[in-house]
Nanobody, 127 residues
Framework: QVQLVESGGGSVQAGGSLRLSCAANGAKFQNNYMAWFRQAPGKEREGVAN????????TYADSVKGRFTISQDKAKNTVFLQMNSLKPEDTAMYYCAASGRSWFLGSWSRESVYNYWGQGTQVTVSS
């Protein structure tokens, strides 16, 4: 049974940093896509960043480019999201997601690309 477990959320002031982790249990995601999504209260869930676990290619939402970095530790089957220069509008529940395939059609930020989801970790940024 595949399980994605997020950690690292918390409360910080604007301008601060947090590092989220997503540990994948029950499967080796070595030729798949993994991503971070977020959902703020009253808003739809949106893609934040994506990584192709085989080659390490990354993609970001425009709203986080230059501030967030997605990375992986293949040996530990873990994906990270380093978040710097945090803003109040980054406040949301952050979810880790993994695809069951090595390809997808359309945009990487479509939820249907991903088969597995974590429970989420809360990030709160105060001004």
């Amino acid at each position: 049974q595949v399980q994605l477990v997020e950690s690292g959320g918390g409360s910080v002031q604007a301008g601060g940093s947090l590092r989220l982790s997503c540990a994948a249990n029950g499967a080796k995601f070595q030729n798949n896509y993994m991503a971070w999504f977020r959902q703020a209260p009253g808003k739809e869930r949106e893609g934040v960043a994506n990584i192709y676990t085989s080659g390490g290619t990354t993609t970001y939402a425009d709203s986080v480019k230059g501030r967030f970095t997605i990375s992986q530790d293949k040996a530990k089957n873990t994906v990270f999201l380093q978040m710097n220069s945090l803003k109040p509008e980054d406040t949301a529940m952050y979810y880790c997601a993994a695809s069951g395939r090595s390809w997808f059609l359309g945009s990487w930020s479509r939820e249907s690309v991903y088969n597995y989801w974590g429970q989420g970790t809360q990030v709160t940024v105060s001004s």
